[in-house]
Structures are given as C-alpha cells and as structure tokens.
C-alpha cells in the first residue's frame, strides 16, 4: 500500500470514529441507565418521605357535618337541608353474607387479597385530575373507605395522594371486615342516605339485615354515581347504564364462586321503590331546591359534595313573584279542578318557569301541586311536547335562511299560504298532509294569521321549504333539547320532547333579541373551602337580532287578537304563542314582555302510572288548550309579578309589518292594584268560563293535529296518535270547543 493510500485509509477511519461531545454524549447508555436508578431513588425517597409524614388524621367533618342552607334571592330563608345524617351504622354480622360480597364485586374484586391499593388505578385518577377530567379513578375499597371517613370529596392530586398512604396504614391496622363495615357504613348512596343500613330504608323500606342479594347489587351499583343511578330520577340512560352494572356485579359474583349461577338466572331486577321528600320540602319548596341541586350536579357540586354540609346556596328565585305564581295557579286553575270527584281533574298537573330574558335567572318556578304528593317536577320534566309553540320557531329558521317559497318567493310575515287542511307538502320526500282544527281549511292567508290561528298546514309547508335539518339547527341553537328530534316535517306540530324549562330559554332567546339565554336558578354558592362558578346566563347570538325580532312582532299579534288573546291587556306590552299537544296531553302558552319571559303548561297523567292521558274535561271546560288555562294563569302571574303593569315597551329593530292589526298601546300602569284578579285589565271571571256566554269569541288556536287522511306511504312518526289523528273526535264533535275558529259559540272556546 503507497503512502497516498494510507493517508485515504487514515482518513476514512477518522470519519467513522464517533465523536466524543455533543448532543450523542449525553445519551450514551450507562448515562440513561444512571439517570433511571437515579429517578427510581428519588421516587422511592420521595414514598418513604410522604408515608412517614402522612399520619391517620380524626374522621372527617361527616361525622359532624353541618346543614345546607337554601335562600331566596333577597337573603331571606328558603330551607335547610342535612340537619344531622341520615346513617345508623350496623356491625357487618348483620349485613347478609351475600351482600356482603356485591359491595366487593361492584367496586373491587381484589380486596381480600390486596394490600389496599391500587396502583394502576390510582396513578390513572391522578392524571384524569391534572387533565381536569374530574374524579375518574380505580380506588379500592379501602381507598374509598379512608376517603369518606378521613378525607373530603374533593378531587385533588394532594388528597389523591394522601388517600393512598393512609389506605396503606389503614390495611396494616385494620382487618379486612372492619374496613369493609366502615366502607359500606359511610359511602354515600344517594336520597339522603349515607350508609347501608339508611340505603336499605331509604330504597326498599327494609332493614340492612333483610336485604336479598339483588337489591344489595343495586345498592352497590349506585355507589358509582348516586344520582344517575336513582331508579326513581334517572333517564332512559341512567336506568340503562345501573340496569348494566347491577348484570356486572353479579356476574362478578358468579366469576368468585359467591353466587350460583343457576340462582343468579333467577334473580330479577329489583326496581326501589318510590323515595320520600325529606322533611321541610313540602309545597314548591322542594322543587326549588330540586332544581336547584340538579344545576349544582352540572357544576361539579354533585350531592355526594353537598352531603358534607356547610354550604350556603342563595336562588335567583324571587320570593314575591314566586307567591304570585302560586297564587295565580291556585286562582285560576285549582281552584275549579274537582281531584277528588272527577276523573280527568285528577289527572291534570300544572308546570311553568318564569326567567328574566336580560340575565336567565329563573325567578319563579311552579312544579306541582305539592312536592311530597307529586315527586316529579312539572317545570323541569322533558316526557311531554311542546306543541305549536314550537311554529314560531319554523318561522324563526326561515327568517334566519332567507328561505324561499316553493314558488321561489322569500319568506316573511306578509308571505302568503295555502291554508287548506289536509293539504299535502309540496317538496318532501316524507308525506304529510296534517289536518287543522275542526278540519277548517283557510284557503290563501299570510304568514301573520297563520301564526295568530296556529295553521297546521301552513307551517308543515314552511318547515319543507326551510327544511327540517336546518329547522332543527336553528331550534336546538335557540335552546330546545334534542329528545325525540327526527329531521321530519312532523316537527312542525313541536313533535319532540322540551320542559317549561327549555322553551323559557327558547322565548327568553327571542325576547333578548337573539342572543341565547340559558336559564340558571342557582345565583351563588358560598363554602369556606370551596368556590363556585355560576352558569353564564347569556351566551353568543343564536339568530340574527332581525330575525328574533320579526318573530316577536308576529307573536305580538297572536296575543292581540289571535290564539293568546287571554293574555292581552293595556297594562304591558305582550308576544306569545299557545300550544296544544297531539290527543290533548299537553297545553302551554309560552309569553314575553320586555322584562320578563315565561310559559305555562298542563299536563296529563296518569296517578297511578303515570303514563300520558288526554287533559279533555278539564274542569268540565271541553279541550283544554294554551289559549285556556295556561293563558289565564300567565296572565295574572305577569301582571302581578311586573307591580300592576310597565310602560317597557319591545324594542325592534328592522322588522317587516304584518296585517295590521288592532294593537292597544301600554297604558301607564294601573296604581297599586289590590290583586291582579281585581285589576282593572283583568276580568276575575274571563267570560270564556261562564256557560251563559252566547257572543262569538276570538279566533282561537288551531292544536296539532296530524292528517287524518295520511298517505298510506307515510312513516308512522308522520302520523303520531291514534288513527284518525288528535284532533276533534268525529263522533263528538261539540267537545272540540277550546279550540273552535270563528263562528263557534261554545263558552270554553280558545
């Protein structure tokens, strides 16, 4: 090899000699494996360090735990709530052998054998907690033993923490059965109940020592979330997600050979029976306080949280308007209901919610008659319909589309419709064709009398022409739930589920000239360890300004002279809509002033099942629909709760006139009136309630009636209720009264 090849071989192999600093230095192998025993060092310090630092503190303030206190929105007391706890502890020798073992297959099948941690588990809720996921870990028994004894709820990587170390100090003192005697003695397990012995009363009136192993598996299911679990309370979705787990435990049970399986085929599921209000919530009040807690669970102030006690929760709930809601439900409708002697008056339940549009705050709230005697709340329940309130909407979703006619012209107030009933939607791939009231057909009208008549078939076509995807959207913008919400021209007639609650917020959203209002009932929450942040009440614009306030200059004319002229009076400016559901099941009116926003419902149902029921013979008026009593109680309340009346008029901007109509300008208010039954706009005994009136009334509201000669092609959701449609029954023609047009001089017509 010449020198000239030795140089070229030197210089390759320098090339090739790795470098010594930089970035690859301080990655070298023994550097990495140097650095890991390092961390597992500082790891392993770190444990010793917190495990001899961490002691086994006093029980926690449950076992002291003070009262919830609930006030109106003035400071003046609601109630109180949690005045000592509910909980009788029990040795575990009383507690079956069986349902001993689903608290241990429910929460952790390991807990005989384990050291009382869960590593895994642990290291995952920790991170769900720094990732703000809340409390999402797998605690052990022991785990959650120390954490409702010894610690609080609150889910913190520094209580995480502790609860690790004492559940291993605890496990090394204690022996297995006491710690699963104090678990199943502490844990809370909903209505009120910490431990099993309160549970076991609380859910199926027995004592601890009777329980059977099917309902020890439903108490021990509803330790993973207390309130969805609640048989009595949950949704369609809780009902099916504690259906699931109670089939978890005890198949688990199955798994530890501490069931057998041929009893565990048998073994039905034990549905609780109804709960109890606790003293102190009887009239509305526990239906405030419902409403109320129902917001905190949204908030992370779930009742597990609430069960420590020491909490002050003021309401928007204005205690003067509340009592004129109550008031006004009791005059006009209670007061000439016979529950007792009349079948159909026994079945009628009254809801409404009251919000101020400019802040969402619900001031006043009606659930029932009684809290004690009817534990589900009218205001806030989503089983029933919203009926034609719901058209204003369609209106709304064509206005905010600049949608089109089928013959290309833009819709607008002054629009005109084939009014004709049966008439069959031009442009659907879905036929429908529903039938208006007293199948009365109104030949050419405009988009204005359609709303103050509440026209089926012209709003079925204007839901085509906008089309019922964008319809939903611009609905569930402005706040209407999605439940039973299909995308069909059907949901013209308001065909899906909404509370008072919801279609508050929907009108309260037109009333604020379309920026979205999200009704909120709860306006602080004070703990000395604890913050709270408040719903926001108003949020982005849902629809254009223009748009809601073309909707509200139309509904003005459905309470001028139209479906809601119950509700129409000189002492303050009015928009509003009726509805009336499918085969008379609900009627709501759903009305505005400048300063405050509320509808009225009435519902039918079943007392013994519960199961929806017609509201016709309503204090033995005929149909009762949104234009009858829900008007009348609207009516009273709004001018009660605004002193007597208000000079605020609506403040539109930009909007199309419809068909003049005969508005009656706001008056300056009456003075100081001594009741609103007594007020000089108000007749105490509206003539529409007197059997000797023989004048025509108003036109009134034509109710949601789907076609009686529906296309045989048609889907059945096009065709809700029994065949022939809701509408009048054409064997009894003279019982259609309430919603008569024109010309009918039945004395309940409205």
């Not at 299911?221 to 997600?241: F, H, N």
């Not at 004319?557 to 509805?579: F, I, P, R």
Request: charged share 25%.
């Amino acid at each position: 090899m010449g020198r000239a090849d030795a140089r070229r071989a030197q210089r390759r192999g320098a090339r090739r000699a790795p470098k010594r600093g930089g970035i690859r230095g301080l990655f070298t192998w023994r550097k990495m494996l140097g650095a890991f025993f390092g961390l597992c060092l500082l790891v392993m310090g770190a444990c010793v360090g917190l495990y001899l630092y961490v002691d086994i503190p006093k029980a926690n303030a449950l076992a002291e735990r003070q009262s919830n206190v609930y006030r109106y929105s003035d400071g003046s007391l609601l109630t109180r709530t949690g005045d000592g706890v509910n909980r009788q502890n029990v040795d575990l020798s009383e507690v079956p052998k069986d349902v001993q073992h689903t608290f241990v297959a429910a929460e952790n099948k390991t807990f005989y054998d384990d050291q009382g941690i869960d590593l895994k588990g642990t290291t995952r809720g920790i991170l769900n907690t720094l990732m703000g996921k809340g409390k999402q870990g797998g605690s052990t028994i022991t785990q959650q033993y120390v954490k409702n004894y010894y610690l609080s709820q609150e889910p913190t990587v520094s209580r995480k923490l502790q609860e690790l170390v004492i559940a291993i100090k605890i496990d090394q003192k204690m022996g297995k059965k006491d710690i699963l005697a104090g678990y199943i003695n502490t844990a809370f397990y909903g209505r009120g109940a910490s431990g099993v012995q309160a549970a076991a009363q609380a859910y199926y009136g027995v004592d601890a020592k009777d329980l059977n192993v099917a309902q020890g598996a439903y108490l021990a299911s509803l330790l993973q979330a207390p309130s969805q679990y609640d048989w009595a309370t949950a949704t369609p979705t809780g009902r099916k997600l504690v259906r699931e787990r109670w089939d978890y435990t005890l198949d688990n049970m199955v798994e530890m050979h501490w069931l057998d399986k041929a009893k565990r085929d048998t073994l039905k599921f034990p549905v609780p029976m109804k709960p109890k209000p606790a003293p102190g919530m009887e009239g509305q009040t526990g239906y405030l306080v419902e409403a109320a807690n129902q917001e905190l669970d949204k908030q992370g102030i779930t009742e597990e949280v609430r069960q420590a006690g020491g909490w002050t929760f003021t309401l928007n709930i204005d205690k003067k308007r509340q009592k004129e809601l109550e008031k006004a439900v009791d005059q006009r409708l209670e007061s000439k209901l016979d529950r007792k002697g009349n079948k159909v008056d026994a079945t009628v339940q009254a809801g409404a919610t009251s919000v101020d549009p400019k802040s969402g705050a619900v001031v006043a709230l009606y659930g029932g008659v009684d809290y004690v005697k009817h534990y589900r709340s009218n205001a806030t329940r989503q089983d029933y319909q919203p009926a034609s309130t719901f058209k204003p909407l369609v209106f709304a979703s064509a206005l905010e589309n600049g949608a089109k006619t089928q013959n290309g012209d833009l819709i607008g107030v002054n629009t005109r419709y084939d009014g004709t009933s049966k008439r069959p939607v031009v442009g659907s791939s879905t036929p429908f064709a529903p039938q208006n009231e007293d199948d009365v057909s109104y030949g050419d009208v405009t988009v204005q009398k359609a709303m103050n008549k509440s026209i089926n078939s012209v709003f079925a076509q204007m839901v085509v022409d906008v089309g019922p995807a964008e319809v939903k959207k611009t609905a569930l913008a402005l706040g209407v739930p999605d439940k039973n919400f299909p995308e069909r021209p059907a949901i013209t007639l308001g065909t899906m589920n909404a509370s008072t609650w919801d279609m508050a917020g929907v009108y309260a959203t037109l009333d604020n000239h379309g920026k979205k209002v999200n009704p909120f009932i709860v306006k602080s929450a004070k703990h000395s360890s604890r913050t709270y942040e408040p719903v926001e009440g108003i949020g982005e614009q849902a629809i254009s300004r223009k748009s809601a306030d073309t909707v509200t200059s139309v509904l003005r004319g459905v309470v001028d002279e139209g479906s809601g002229h119950e509700a129409n009076t000189t002492a303050y400016d009015a928009a509003g809509k009726t509805g009336t559901a499918e085969e008379n099941k609900a009627a709501l009116f759903a009305g505005y002033t400048p300063e405050l926003t509320t509808v009225v419902a009435l519902f039918g149902e079943n007392p013994q099942g519960g199961a929806q029921v017609s509201l016709t013979g309503t204090a033995n008026a005929g149909r009762a629909n949104g234009g009858g009593f829900p008007a009348q109680i609207w009516a009273d309340y709004t001018l009660a709760a605004l002193n007597g009346g208000s000079d605020a008029k609506f403040d539109l901007e930009d909007v199309e006139q419809g068909e003049a109509t005969v508005r009656q300008t706001p008056s300056n208010k009456p003075s100081a009136p001594e009741s609103p039954a007594q007020s000089p706009t108000r007749d105490p005994n509206p003539p529409e309630q007197s059997p000797s009136r023989t004048q025509e009334p108003p036109p009134a509201e034509t109710p949601d009636v789907p076609s009686s000669s529906q296309s045989p092609e048609s889907p059945a959701s096009e065709t809700p209720g029994l065949p022939g449609g809701d509408g009048p029954d054409p064997g009894r023609p003279g019982d259609n009264g309430a919603n008569n047009v024109v010309g009918n001089n039945n004395p309940a017509a409205r």
